[in-house]
C-alpha cells in the first residue's frame, strides 16, 4: 500500500466472531479499518473453521453494507395479499412498528396464544435458540417450524441419525478412514456440515490416498474428487444401501459379528408373530441368546455385555432359532439378513440403474477396507486403550434423504456402516457434529453423554429439541398447526398446513384456534419449501398478520409481510452459543472443544436492530418477560448440556430486566466459570477445552445399543393410526402405516411410478459453494463468482440427451412437471450427468424486486417440489424433491 | 447464442485499435506507392501526388487513435522507453520517424522546388529511401504487433504482417484513388493503370488471407478463431465480398472500360468501390483482432477455458408471479 | 493443523545474503473449485467487477460414464521469462529481485498490450472504478474503501494483476489466496531453497507448469489432479 493509503488509516483492528452466511457458523476473524469491515478471514483459535473460510465467508462485507439491505421499519399499505402483487412498503419508525406488532399480538394472546406461528431459517440456527424458543415458552405457543429445512434436509436424517448416532448428521472419521460410501451429500465439498474443516480434511484424507466412493445423478464437486463416480438415479438410495448389506452378508458373508452381539440389538430374540422382542418375564427386558450357557439372558447381563472393547463376555447369539418357553425366537439380526435377501444385485440396477456387478464389487471392497478384527490403541483419560479400527463410513444427506422413502433410506444407508461396525469409532462413520462429550472440566458442562434406555438402547443426553429422538414419543391428541404432537416420527410436515383443506383438517382433529400471528425471522418460505403458489395462497395467506425479521425484503415479504422489521445480521450483533448445540457447526475429531460467541464487528447500521434484543423487548411490552426468561432457563438445560446453575438463572418472575448481553454473560459463565464470562470469551471469540479421545471414539466406552431392528416403530405406528383413525384423518389423507416395521426397505417415489413416456427426464437440485438456500445470489461478490461458474446458475443436460431434443447449449428451456408447474432457465450441456436426468442448483430464480442482483438469475427448481402426501415420505414427512419432468424449448 | 461462448475473446482492443492499424497502414502503404512512383520518375503523376499527402495525416490521425485507447493517454511520451523488447516501442520509433520523414518528403515535394535541382533530387532520395524503409516498417509493424502477442495465438503467426502489408498497400492504394479524382493531374490512362494496379494488389490480398486462414486452421486455439472470423457477417461481407471481391470487379470494369467513357463517370464508381475496400480494410482488423482468443490451458488431459459471464442471465425467473 | 502459519514467506532466506524466489504449488488433487481464493483475492486487493487476479476455470474429460470435471486456478503465474514484461513498452512492468513481476503503475499508459501477450490470460485493467451495485446508488462505506484501496494501489486505466501479495509476504504471512483455501491446496515459497515446501513438493510430486510450450517459465507449478 502506498504511503498516502497508509496514513488514511487510523483504526486497522481484527474482530473474531462468526460467520452466518449457512449454518455452519466457522470461526472467523473480520478487519476494521477506519470504522469499516474490509476483510474477512478464519480464525485459527477456533475448532469451527480453524483459520479456513469458505467463498461465502470472505464475501460478507457486501452482505454487511448492500444498499439493498432493509435499513427501516416498513409497512405494507397493500391490504391485497399473494405472488407478485405490490406490496407498498412505506418507512414507519420503530415505535410505531412495536405498537402494531404488540397489539396484534396482544390481541392474538386474547384469541389463543397459540394461533402465533413462529417460522425461521436454519441458517441462523443459534439465533433460533433464544428468540424464538424463549418466546414460544413464553407466549405459550407449540407453533414452530423452519420452513423448507427440516422439511428438505432434516425430518429423515436428524431423526434417524438421533437414533443411531445421537448426532444431527454422520461423517467419515476422515482423519483414519480409507474407504467412504457417499450418498447424495457435499460433505468436505463446499456445502453440507462444518463445511471448512471437512474441506480441509476430505483434502488431507485424499492426498492420503482415502478412497471415496459417490453416488450421485451428476458430476458434482465431491464426485469430481472422488476415487470413483458412481451415477445413481434420484431417490434410489436406499434401494443401493440394502442392496450393499445384501450383499455382505448374503454374498460375501462379511459382518462384525462382535460389533452386533454388543453394540446392536442384533441379538435381540424376536417372537414370531408380532415382530416384538421376546421380554425377560421379570425384568421386562429383551433377551438374548448365551451362546456359551445355551440359555437366554436379558440383553445387560454382566455375562453378555461388553461396554469396552477389551471387557470379556460370551458370544450371544446372531443366526438360528432357540426356543424359549415354548416360542422359536430369532434374533434379530438373522431376521435382517433374511429380509434383505431380496434385495439382489440384479433388483438393485433395476432401480438405481447401477450395475449388478458394481453393486457386488463396491460390497466388497468396503468390506474388506473395514479390516473387521483390527484394533488400534487410543491414549484415554483412564489409560491405554484397545478399540477397533474400522477405517470404513457411509454418510449422506439431503440427496438421499429428500424423497417419499426418506426415513428407511436414511437407515439403510447407515446400517451399512453397522453391518461392519464402523460406527463412532477409529476411522468409522462419526455421529456429527460432535456428540459425546464429558465438558469443561471445571464445570462438567456441556455434559453430553448418551446412555442406555431399559431395552438397552442409546439415548441422547442432550439434543436441540426438547424432546430426544429416541425413546419415541407418544403420539398426542394434536394441538399444533400442522397436527405434529400426533406424529412422533417427524419433526415437520408440509402435507397438512398447504393443503388446500387446511382449515378443514383443523377442524376435524379439533384443533380450537386458527393461525393468528406469523412471526418469522428470516425465512423466504415462498422460495426454500416447493411451489411458491401453493405455500402462498394455501398456508401463508391464512394468517391475520405477518411480521419478519429481514436482511431484504425478499418474495416472502413481498407476498405476505404485513410489517417488516431490519435485522442485525450476524456481524452487527452477539449470539452467546454458536458452536453449541453441536448440530452442523462443530467439527469431530480429536481436535479441541470450542464454543463460540458471535459479537459485532460494528454497531447496528442505520435502524438494524438485533431480533434476539428486539424479542425481549417485544416481551417486556407484552409483559411476559419473566416467562421468557424461565422458557429460556428452562430449554438450555437438554439443549446446552446441563441445567443453568441457580446463580445464573435468569430471574423468572419478571422483577428483573435482563439485557441481551447479560444473559450472554449468564450463559457463558455459568458453562465455564465466574471469570470466563462474556469478556474474557470475546477476546478470541471462542472458549476451548481439549477433548478426550474416549469422547471422540465413544462407541466402545459407552454402554448402550443401537437398533439394527425397529421393533418400537411397530408400536408407534399403531398408536399414531389408532389416533389418526378416531378423528377420521383418513377422509383427508390415505396414509401408509405399512411403513411403520421393524425392518428397512425401499419405497419407491412418484418420480419412479411415472408411466408417462412425455415427462422421461428426472429433475433434482444440488448446491454450489459460493450460495447459501436463498440469500447469497443478492451478494454481488457470489453473483460474479456463480457467473465465473459453467454449471451454477444453468440447468445441466447430457449432450447426447439434449441432441436427440434438438436442445443447443444456451438454450432456454422448460421443465414442466406432471402437474403442469414448470420453470425454466438456460441449459448447459455436458458429459457429467446421468443421460435421463437434469440438475438445478440453489435456491435461484429470484423474482423479488427488492433484491436486483440475484434478480432473474438461475432456476426456480422449488415450483416443481408438490406438497402433496403423495410427496410426502409417510414415515417422516421428509419431502420429495425429485420429480418427472419433461423438457422443451422456451421462446424468448 | 450461448451466452457464455465469447469466454476466451480478447476484448481490449477493437474499433480504436483498429482504427489506428488501419490509419498506420493506409499512411504507410499510400506513401510507400507514392515514393516508389517518385523514384519510378513518376514524381508528377496522381499517385505520387496524392499518396505523399496521406502519409503524414494518417499517421497522425492514427496516433490520436491509439492515444483515446490508452488508459492514461498523459503517459504516452513513455512509449518509447523500451525499443529493445517492445513493438510499440519500437512501432513508437519507426512512426515517429516516419512521420518525420514524411512530412518532410511532402514539405520538400510540394511546397519547394527542391526537386527541380539535381542536389535538390538528391535530397529527396534519400528522404524517400528512409521514408520507404520507414512506411514498410510502419506497415509491417501493425502486423508484428499483433504476431508478437503470445497470449493470443490467432495473431502469432508471419501470416499477418504479410496480410497487414498487403493490405496497407491495397488501402493505401484506394485512399489513393478516393482521392485522385480531386487531383488536377489526373488522366484516364492513370486511373486505368491505378485500378489495375488496384485489382492486383486485391488479388494479392485474397492469397494472403486464405493463407492465414487456412494456416489458423491447423490448430485448436486458432482454428477456433477462424471459425468465429468465417461466422462473422461484417468479415464474409463487409470485408471478403464488399471489401474485396466487389471493388476487385469493379477495378476491373474500370480499366477495361475507363479509356472509352468519360473519366468523370468513372469517379463516383471507382471512388465508391475504393470506399468500400477501405470499409473492408477496417473491418478486416477489427475482426482479427476481436477474434483473438487466449490460448486454452491444458494439464492432465483437461482443457481449460475462461467463461464469459452471461450479460443477460434473465432466463432464470420459474413460474412468474401473475401480473 | 494450525493452517494460517505463514511459512518462511517474505523473510530473507537463512543465511540472509541470498535473495528468495518465490513460487507457488497448488496441488490439484486437493483442489475441489470452491472459488475461496478468488474472493479471497478479491477481497485482499479490492478488485472492481470483472477483474480476477485470482480465477478459477473448470475443465471436463472424457464421456459418460468415464467423465471426471476438475478445476484449475490461477493467477499470474510470476513467469521468469515474462512475456508480458518483455511487450511493455513503458518499462511498467518490471521483475523484482525476488522474482515477483510487478507493474509499478505510475509508469503504465493503460496500451493493454501486456495483456495480448500473457498467455495465461493474468492481467486486467479498467478504464473506470465501477460500483458492484446497480442503480448509482451511493457507495457504500466498503465501496468506499474499496474503490480508494483499487486507486491507491493498482489504479484504474492501467494494466493490473496478481504481485504475489508482496505486501503480506512482506510482513511474513502467506498470500491471501493462499492463507483461505480450505483444501491447503496451495503452498507459498521460496523456489530456489532446497528444502522450502514448495521445492520439495515440486520434486517429490513432480510438479508441472501450465503450458510449458508458452515458453515463459512460470513459476507457479501444479500437482496432478490424480
Ligand atoms: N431449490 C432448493 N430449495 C431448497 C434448498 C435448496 O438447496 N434448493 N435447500 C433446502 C434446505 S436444506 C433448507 S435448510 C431451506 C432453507 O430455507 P430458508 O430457511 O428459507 O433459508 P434461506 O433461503 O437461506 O433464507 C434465509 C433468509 O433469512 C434471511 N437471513 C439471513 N440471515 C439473517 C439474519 O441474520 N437475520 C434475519 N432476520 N434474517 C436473515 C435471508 O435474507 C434469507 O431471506 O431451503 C430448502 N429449499
Ligand atoms: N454452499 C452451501 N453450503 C450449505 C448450504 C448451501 O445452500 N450452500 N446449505 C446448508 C444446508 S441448509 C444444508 S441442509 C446442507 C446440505 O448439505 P448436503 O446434504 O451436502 O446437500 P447438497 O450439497 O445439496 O448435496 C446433495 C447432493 O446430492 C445429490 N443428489 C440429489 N438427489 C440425489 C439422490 O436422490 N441420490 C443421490 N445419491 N444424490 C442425490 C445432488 O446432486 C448433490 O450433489 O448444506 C449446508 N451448507
Ligand atoms: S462454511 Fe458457512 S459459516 Fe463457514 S465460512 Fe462458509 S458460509 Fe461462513
Ligand atoms: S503470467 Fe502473464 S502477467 Fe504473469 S508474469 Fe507471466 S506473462 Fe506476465
Ligand atoms: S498496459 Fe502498462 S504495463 Fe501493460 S504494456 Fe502497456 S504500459 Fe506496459
Ligand atoms: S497471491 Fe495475492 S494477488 Fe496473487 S492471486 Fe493470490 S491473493 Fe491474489
Ligand atoms: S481455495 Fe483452494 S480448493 Fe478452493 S478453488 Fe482455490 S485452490 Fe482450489
Ligand atoms: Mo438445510
Known amino acids: 500500500m502506498t504511503a498516502a493509503a497508509e496514513n488514511r488509516i487510523e483504526e486497522d483492528v481484527w474482530i473474531p466472531t462468526c460467520c452466518g452466511q449457512c449454518y455452519c457458523m466457522c470461526g472467523i476473524k473480520v478487519r476494521r479499518q477506519n470504522g469499516v469491515v474490509t476483510e474477512i478471514a478464519g480464525n485459527p483459535d477456533a475448532p469451527s473453521g480453524r483459520g479456513g473460510i469458505c467463498v461465502k465467508g470472505i464475501a460478507s462485507s457486501h452482505l454487511l453494507y448492500d444498499p439493498y439491505r432493509v435499513n427501516y421499519p416498513l409497512k405494507r399499505t397493500n ?54 424458543i424463549g418466546f414460544m415458552k413464553g407466549f405459550g405457543t407449540p407453533n414452530y417450524w423452519v420452513s ?36 447424495g451429500c457435499s460433505k468436505g465439498h463446499g456445502a453440507g456440515h462444518v463445511a471448512v474443516q471437512n474441506a480441509t480434511q476430505a483434502a488431507d484424507a485424499r492426498f492420503r490416498g482415502f478412497k471415496n466412493i459417490v453416488f450421485d445423478p451428476f458430476q458434482s464437486a465431491q464426485a469430481s474428487k472422488a476415487h470413483e463416480w458412481i451415477p445413481i438415479r434420484v431417490g434410489t438410495d436406499g434401494a443401493m444401501a440394502l442392496g450393499l448389506v445384501n450383499s455382505l452378508l448374503n454374498e460375501h458373508g462379511i459382518y462384525d459379528a462382535e460389533y452386533l452381539m454388543y453394540k446392536t440389538n442384533g441379538p435381540y430374540l424376536i417372537r414370531p408373530w408380532d415382530g416384538r422382542y421376546m421380554r425377560d418375564k421379570a425384568t421386562d427386558k429383551p433377551l438374548v441368546w448365551d451362546l456359551v450357557d445355551k440359555r437366554a439372558k436379558v440383553h445387560n447381563d454382566d455375562s453378555v455385555t461388553r461396554v469396552e472393547y477389551e471387557d470379556e463376555a460370551h458370544e450371544v447369539a446372531l443366526t438360528g432359532s432357540y426356543n424359549i418357553d415354548g416360542v422359536d425366537c430369532r434374533p434379530a439380526f438373522d431376521l435382517l439378513k433374511e429380509h434383505v435377501k431380496r434385495y439382489t444385485p440384479q433388483y438393485v440396477e433395476e432401480v438405481t440403474g447401477v450395475p449388478a456387478a458394481t453393486v457386488s464389487r463396491i460390497a466388497k471392497e468396503f468390506g474388506e477396507a473395514a479390516e473387521i478384527g483390527s484394533t488400534v490403541t487410543i491414549q484415554t483419560s483412564n489409560g491405554p486403550k484397545k478399540i477397533p479400527k474400522r477405517p470404513v463410513a457411509t454418510h449422506f444427506f439431503r440427496g438421499t434423504q429428500g424423497h417419499v422413502n426418506s426415513g428407511w433410506t436414511c437407515l439403510s444407508v447407515d446400517m451399512v456402516n453397522h453391518i461392519v461396525g464402523a460406527a463412532d469409532t477409529y476411522g468409522a462413520a462419526f455421529g456429527l457434529g460432535a456428540a459425546v462429550g464429558s465438558g469443561y472440566e471445571a464445570t462438567g458442562k456441556p455434559y453430553q453423554i448418551p446412555y442406555p434406555c431399559p431395552d438397552g438402547l442409546l439415548v441422547a443426553k442432550t439434543w436441540v429439541y426438547d424432546h430426544v429422538p429416541y425413546p419415541m414419543r407418544v403420539p398426542k391428541p394434536p394441538t399444533r398447526l400442522d397436527l405434529h404432537d400426533m406424529f412422533p416420527t417427524s419433526i415437520y410436515n408440509a402435507f397438512v398446513i398447504t393443503s388446500p383443506r387446511w382449515e378443514e383438517i383443523l377442524e376435524r382433529f379439533e384443533i380450537p384456534y386458527k393461525p393468528d400471528v406469523m412471526i418469522n ?13 401453493a405455500v402462498t395462497e394455501n398456508f401463508l395467506k391464512k394468517f391475520n398478520f405477518i411480521f419478519s425479521f429481514q436482511l431484504y425484503v425478499t418474495e416472502f415479504e413481498e407476498a405476505v409481510a404485513d410489517i417488516v422489521l431490519p435485522d442485525a445480521c450476524f456481524l452487527e450483533r452477539y449470539t452467546p452459543a454458536v458452536s453449541f448445540p453441536s448440530t452442523f457447526s462443530h467439527p469431530q475429531g480429536e481436535d479441541d472443544w470450542g464454543w463460540s460467541i458471535r459479537q459485532p464487528v460494528v454497531e447496528p447500521l442505520y435502524e438494524r436492530r438485533d431480533f434476539n434484543v428486539v424479542m425481549l423487548d417485544i416481551c417486556r411490552r407484552l409483559g411476559i418477560h419473566g416467562r ?30 435482563h439485557s441481551w448481553e447479560d444473559i450472554c454473560d449468564r450463559l457463558l459463565k455459568d458453562r465455564f466459570g465466574e471469570e470466563h464470562g462474556l469478556e474474557h470469551v470475546r477476546k478470541k471469540g471462542v472458549f476451548t477445552w481439549p477433548k478426550k479421545k474416549e469422547d471422540v471414539y465413544w462407541k466402545w466406552f459407552n454402554p448402550s445399543r443401537v437398533p439394527i431392528y425397529f421393533e418400537y416403530f411397530i408400536d408407534s405406528g399403531e398408536q399414531i393410526s389408532k389416533l389418526w383413525d378416531q378423528y ?66 444453468a440447468i445441466q443436460i447430457h449432450k447426447d440427451t439434449a441432441a436427440e431434443k434438438g436442445i443447443a447449449d444456451g438454450d432456454n428451456i422448460w421443465l414442466e412437471n406432471p402437474q403442469g408447474h414448470r420453470v425454466r432457465g438456460w441449459v448447459a450441456l455436458t458429459d457429467g450427468i446421468e443421460p435421463h436426468h437434469v440438475a438445478v442448483a440453489a435456491v435461484a430464480g429470484h423474482w423479488g424486486n427488492y433484491m436486483p442482483i440475484a434478480k432473474g438469475k438461475g432456476t426456480f427448481f422449488n415450483d416443481l417440489v408438490e406438497m402433496d402426501l403423495p410427496h410426502t415420505d409417510p414415515l417422516t414427512f421428509n419431502q ?13 | 447464442m450461448n451466452p457464455k461462448a465469447n469466454g476466451q475473446l480478447q476484448t481490449e482492443w477493437s474499433w480504436w485499435i483498429a482504427a489506428y492499424l488501419f490509419l498506420g497502414g493506409i499512411g504507410g502503404g499510400a506513401y510507400a506507392i507514392a515514393a516508389v512512383n517518385w523514384f519510378l520518375g513518376e514524381s508528377a503523376s496522381a499517385s505520387t501526388a496524392v499518396g505523399l499527402w496521406i502519409g503524414f495525416p494518417a499517421l497522425l490521425i492514427g496516433s490520436v487513435f491509439l492515444l483515446v485507447d490508452l488508459g492514461t493517454p498523459r503517459r504516452a511520451v513513455l512509449a518509447g522507453m523500451k525499443p529493445g523488447t517492445s513493438w510499440i516501442a519500437r512501432g513508437f520509433w519507426i512512426i515517429t520517424a516516419f512521420m518525420v520523414l514524411a512530412l518532410l518528403h511532402l514539405i520538400l515535394h510540394a511546397f519547394t522546388a527542391v526537386g527541380q535541382t539535381a542536389s535538390g533530387r538528391m535530397i529527396l532520395s534519400v528522404v524517400g529511401a528512409a521514408g520507404i524503409v520507414c512506411a514498410v516498417g510502419t506497415m509491417a509493424y501493425t502486423g508484428i504487433l499483433l504476431g508478437a502477442s503470445k497470449g493470443i495465438p490467432f495473431w502469432r503467426t508471419g501470416a499477418v504482417p504479410v496480410v497487414f502489408v498487403i493490405s496497407a498497400l491495397v488501402t493505401g492504394h484506394f485512399t489513393i484513388m478516393l482521392i485522385a479524382p480531386f487531383y488536377r493531374g489526373v488522366t484516364a490512362e492513370a486511373v486505368q493503370t491505378m485500378s489495375l494496379e488496384a485489382a492486383a494488389l486485391v488479388v494479392l490480398e485474397v492469397l494472403a488471407i486464405l493463407f492465414f486462414l487456412q494456416a489458423a486452421f491447423k490448430t485448436p486455439d486458432p482454428r477456433e478463431s477462424a471459425l468465429r472470423i468465417l461466422r462473422k457477417r461484417s468479415f464474409v461481407i463487409g470485408y471478403f465480398i464488399l471489401g474485396l471481391a466487389v471493388p476487385f470487379v469493379t477495378m476491373l470494369i474500370v480499366y477495361r472500360s475507363v479509356a472509352s467513357t468519360e473519366l468523370s463517370s468513372y469517379v463516383p464508381i471507382a471512388a465508391g468501390a475504393a470506399l468500400l475496400g477501405l470499409v473492408g480494410g477496417l473491418i478486416l482488423r477489427q475482426s482479427v483482432l476481436v477474434c483473438g482468443a487466449l490460448p486454452t490451458l491444458n494439464i492432465a488431459g483437461f482443457e481449460f477455458r475462461r467463461i464469459a459471464r452471461p450479460k443477460d442471465p434473465k432466463p432464470g425467473i420459474g413460474m412468474l408471479p401473475p401480473q | 493443523m494450525n493452517r494460517t502459519q505463514p511459512i518462511s514467506a517474505g523473510q530473507p532466506s537463512l543465511s540472509g545474503l541470498r535473495m ?5 504449488v497448488i496441488d490439484l488433487k486437493r483442489c475441489y473449485g470452491c472459488y475461496a481464493c478468488v474472493m479471497a483475492c478479491k477481497v485482499k486487493n479490492h478488485t472492481p467487477p470483472g477483474v480476477f487476479w485470482s480465477r478459477i476455470l473448470k475443465g471436463e474429460a472424457g464421456t459418460f460414464p468415464n467423465v471426471v470435471r476438475q478445476a484449475l486456478p490461477v493467477l499470474c503465474m510470476q513467469c521468469d521469462e515474462p512475456s508480458c514484461l518483455e511487450v511493455c513498452p513503458t518499462g511498467a512492468t518490471v521483475k523484482l529481485d525476488n522474482g515477483i513481476v510487478i507493474v509499478e503503475k505510475d509508469k503504465c499508459m493503460g496500451c493493454k498490450y501486456c495483456m495480448m501477450a500473457c498467455p495465461y490470460g493474468a492481467r486486467y485493467s479498467v478504464d473506470e472504478w465501477e460500483s458492484y451495485f446497480p442503480d448509482g446508488l451511493p457507495l457504500s462505506p466498503y465501496e468506499e474503501f474499496a474503490k480508494q484501496a483499487w486507486e491507491d494501489k493498482s489504479g484504474v486505466g492501467v494494466a493490473t494483476k496478481c504481485d504475489f501479495c508482496r505486501d503480506r509476504i512482506a510482513e511474513g504471512r502467506d498470500p491471501a489466496c493462499v492463507e483461505a483455501c480450505p483444501a491447503k491446496a496451495r503452498t507459498f515459497g521460496d523456489l530456489d531453497d532446497p528444502d522450502s515446501e514448495v521445492s520439495i513438493l515440486i520434486k517429490r510430486y513432480r510438479g508441472e507448469v501450465l503450458n510449458p510450450e508458452f515458453g515463459n517459465k512460470p513459476k507457479v507449478y501444479y500437482l496432478a489432479p490424480r
Not at chain 1, 420429495?880 to 424468448?892: E, L
Request: contains cysteine; proline residues 5%.
Open chain 1, 79 to 132: 391490504p391485497e395479499k399473494g405472488l407478485g402483487v405490490d406490496p407498498k412498503f412505506v418507512r414507519i419508525s420503530w415505535d410505531e412498528a412495536l405498537d402494531i406488532i404488540v397489539e396484534k399480538l396482544r390481541e392474538c394472546r386474547e384469541r389463543d396464544p397459540r394461533g402465533a406461528y413462529f417460522q425461521a431459517t436454519t441458517t441462523q440456527a443459534s439465533e433460533i435458540r433464544f428468540g424464538v
Open chain 1, 148 to 183: 423448507g429445512g427440516g422439511l428438505h434436509c432434516g425430518n429423515g436424517a436428524h431423526f434417524m441419525n438421533g437414533i443411531m448416532h445421537v448426532a444431527w448428521s454422520i461423517i467419515p472419521d476422515f482423519a483414519h478412514c480409507n474407504y467412504a460410501l457417499n450418498f
Open chain 1, 521 to 533: 425471522f428470516g425465512s423466504n418460505s415462498v422460495m426454500t419449501m416447493g411451489n411458491a403458489e
Open chain 1, 628 to 657: 421468557y426468561y424461565k422458557g429460556l432457563n428452562d430449554s438450555i438445560g437438554i439443549r446446552y448440556g446441563g441445567e443453568m446453575d441457580e446463580k445464573y438463572r435468569l430471574v423468572e418472575d419478571g422483577s428483573v430486566e
Open chain 1, 728 to 793: 377420521g384423518g383418513k377422509d383427508f389423507f390415505d396414509l401408509d402405516w405399512s411403513r411403520f416395521k421393524a425392518l428397512a426397505d425401499w419405497y419407491p417415489c412418484p418420480s419412479h411410478t411415472e408411466t408417462s413416456p412425455e415427462y422421461d427426464m428426472f429433475a433434482f437440485y444440488w448446491r454450489a459453494v459460493m450460495h447459501c438456500n436463498s440469500m447469497t445470489q443478492q451478494n454481488p461478490y457470489l453473483d460474479e463468482c456463480s457467473q465465473e461458474d459453467p454449471y451454477v446458475y
Open chain 1, 880 to 892: 420429495d424433491i425429485c420429480c418427472r419432468v419433461k423438457i422443451y424449448k422456451a421462446d424468448r
Open chain 3, 20 to 24: 528468495p524466489r518465490y513460487g507457488m
